[in-house]
C-alpha cells in the first residue's frame, strides 16, 4: 500500500500576503498585522465552562489580521477565505446586526465596546490556514488577532487573560457559540514549545515543555472532514445539563467535583446527568494526571490517558461520531501510544501519539478504514507546539 503524505508542521505564512490584500482593497497599508494561533487540545475536553482544567496547545496554523484606523464610524472587513465586498458594520454595532464569518469580527468590537473601551473606525483584512470547521479553533483565532490589534492600536492595555474573556463573550453572547474560554485562551497565552495548563477558573497557567520529537515521537492530527457543527444545539445542551447538574448537587461548578465524589453524589442524579458529570470530573483528573506525567518526563505515559478521555467522550459525554471513532480506532490498531478525538466533538480532528517512525503507517490505516466504511477522505500533519497571540509586522 503506498503511504499517503502527511503535511508535516510549518511556520506561520508570511503577512506579506495579507498586506498586499489590504493595499488591494482599501488603497493603502495598514498599521500592522497581528496573528493569532489555532489550537489543539491535547486533554481537558468540555471542562473548560465547567470551572475546569484543560490543557492546549497552539498551533502554527493560524490567521492573521491587518488592521488600520480611520476616521469613520464604521467598520470595514474583508477575509480572504471570503472574497466578496467588504462587510460593513458601525462601531457601534449590536447582536443581531451582523451574520456569518464577519460576526466573529464585529462581537470583538462590541464585547470591547460593552466594556467600557472607546473605539474608532477600522479597516481589517484577514487571512486563515486554520482548517474551518475542524475543531481547531479557527473562530477564537480569527477573534483574537482582530483584539490584539484593536487593544494595541487604541492603546487599551487590556490583559492577556481579560482579552481573551472579552473575545469568548463575542462568541458566546454576539455569535451565539457558548462556548468556554479555553480557545481564546490558547489563542493569546499558548508559548512556543509548551502546552498550556489552564485553569480556567482563576486564569492561572503554567507553560509545560512539550517537545515529542526529542522522545522520538510525533503528534499527528487527523482531520475527519465531518462536519463540525457546534451551533446547533447540542453543545448548548452538554452545558445547560452540566449547569443543572450542578444546581442539583449544591456546587458553583462540576469543577468542585472529585472523582471519590462520584458514587456519594450519583444517586441524585438522572441517567444522563450522571455521565456527563462523571466525564468532566474524570476528565479534570486526566488532565492533571497528565501533566504530572510529563513533568516527570514520560511521554509515552500520556497515551492511555488520551485514550481513556476519548472513550469517555464517546459513552459519557455523547459528543464522538462515527468518523471520530474509527480514526481512533484504526490509529490504536496501527500502534498508536494513545488517540483521542480533540475540541467540541460532533466532527473535527483526532490527535494520536505515535513513535515518528510509525507515522505515514498510522495514518495510512485511518485512511484505509474510512475507505472501508465509506467515509470521506482524512487528511493529517504533524502538530508542533507554536506561539501565542502577537504582531508580526
Known sequence: MTHARLLHATTPASASRVTAAFEDAFGGRPEGVWAAPGRVNVIGEHTDYNDGFVLPMALPHGVRAAVARTSADHVRVVSLQAPDEPVTFPVDVRPGDVTGWAAY???????????????????????????????LSSSAALECSVACAIDELFGLGIDRADLARLAQRAENDFV????????????????????????????????????????????????????????????????????????????????????????????????????????????????RETVRTLRRGDLDGIGPLLTASHASLRDDYEVTVGELDTAVEAALAAGALGARMTGGGFGGCVIALVATERAEAVFDEVRSAFATAGYPEPTAFTAVPAAGARRVQ
Not at 479597516?123 to 486563515?128: N, P, Q, R, T
Not at 520529537?213 to 452540566?242: F, I, K, Q
Open 105 to 135: 469580527v464585529a462581537g470583538v468590537v462590541w464585547s470591547v465596546r460593552d466594556a467600557g473601551h472607546e473605539l474608532g473606525g477600522l479597516d481589517v483584512v484577514v487571512d486563515g490556514d486554520v482548517p474551518a470547521g475542524a475543531g
Open 176 to 287: 451565539g457559540m457558548p462556548c468556554g474560554v479555553m480557545d481564546q485562551m490558547a489563542s493569546v497565552r499558548c508559548e512556543e514549545g509548551r502546552l498550556l495548563f489552564l485553569d480556567t477558573r482563576s486564569s492561572e497557567v503554567d507553560q509545560v515543555p512539550f517537545d515529542p520529537a526529542s522522545h522520538g515521537r510525533t503528534l499527528l492530527v487527523v482531520d475527519t472532514h465531518a462536519p463540525h457543527r457546534l451551533v446547533d444545539g447540542e453543545y448548548a445542551r452538554r452545558r445547560a445539563a452540566c449547569e443543572e447538574a450542578a444546581r442539583t448537587l449544591g456546587v458553583a461548578a462540576l469543577r468542585d467535583l472529585t472523582v471519590d465524589d462520584l458514587p456519594t453524589v450519583s444517586p441524585r442524579l438522572s441517567d444522563e446527568h450522571r455521565r456527563r458529570v462523571r466525564h468532566v470530573v474524570t476528565e479534570n483528573d486526566r488532565v
